[in-house]
């Protein structure tokens, strides 16, 4: 809006000098964008928490206004939505008795921003369509350790958003409002694709190829948890 080229008369400067004397919403929310299947969980204001002396209610509205009901509607299971929305609310609680301090307030900043757990709906989606996609049951297998030895590098804190992101990219769609879903219609061809993509991640980070049964509930909560231990415990 701002960028508008203002008119020349006088009363143009008065909206220009409106907007400028109020504040924004952009501080105060938390934006939870999907950019190619990309939930991008970040705060509008993520540094307003250090800027503003109220950090605290701008990370309960953050958190309670944006990004639980964008859980709500994602492509997560059931199952891990209400369970990660679960330790959100309990999150929303100890942020306003204000039992988190500010470095863990930090930590947690961060751990939403570049948190790709938030986008497993995605990769559910994939292994819900391989078999109706035509893998075979060798790669539908593959597909399976593939997914674990993602969620290893998530839980290790070695797998970002964005990396997560890039393996999404081709298999998503983008809606009018902006966010993206993986396809209800994948060929076997786009779910290889997928599997190059994330084996290339997996091999640069030497991923261990072993059995790794952890859900994305239980893989919010290890990062959670994580984000919010003392320093010497985070490592």
Not at 2 to 22: L, R, T, V
Not at 55 to 81: F, G, R, T
Not at 179 to 184: F, G, I, P, Q
Request: glycine share 6%; hydrophobic share 35%.
């Amino acid at each position: 809006m701002s960028d508008q080229q203002a008119p020349s008369n006088s009363q143009s400067d008065q909206p220009d000098q409106q907007a400028k004397s109020e504040p924004g919403l952009g501080p105060a929310c938390m934006v939870v964008a999907i950019l190619g299947l990309a939930a991008v969980c970040a705060f509008c204001g993520l540094g307003s928490w250090f800027v503003f002396s109220n950090q605290y209610p701008l990370a309960v509205k953050s958190i309670d206004k944006q990004l639980i009901p964008w859980i709500e509607s994602s492509q997560l299971a059931i199952e891990d939505k209400q369970s990660i929305v679960a330790q959100l609310e309990d999150l929303v609680i100890q942020l306003n008795a204000q039992t988190i301090d500010r470095k863990q307030l930090g930590r947690l900043r961060n751990c939403l921003q570049d948190n790709p757990v938030l986008l497993w709906g995605g990769v559910q989606s994939i292994q819900k369509q391989a078999s109706d996609a035509g893998l075979s049951t060798t790669e539908i297998a593959t597909l399976e350790r593939t997914c674990q030895r993602l969620m290893r590098m998530a839980t290790d804190r070695k797998l970002g958003r964005t990396d997560l992101e890039f393996t999404l990219q081709d298999l998503s769609t983008t809606n009018r409002d902006g966010t993206s879903l993986v396809k209800n219609d994948l060929t076997g061809d786009q779910i290889r694709s997928f599997l190059k993509r994330a084996d290339n991640i997996l091999g640069r980070n030497k991923t261990l190829n072993e059995p790794y049964q952890v859900t994305p509930a239980e893989a919010f909560e290890i990062l959670l948890k994580a984000s919010l231990a003392p320093p010497e415990e985070s490592h």
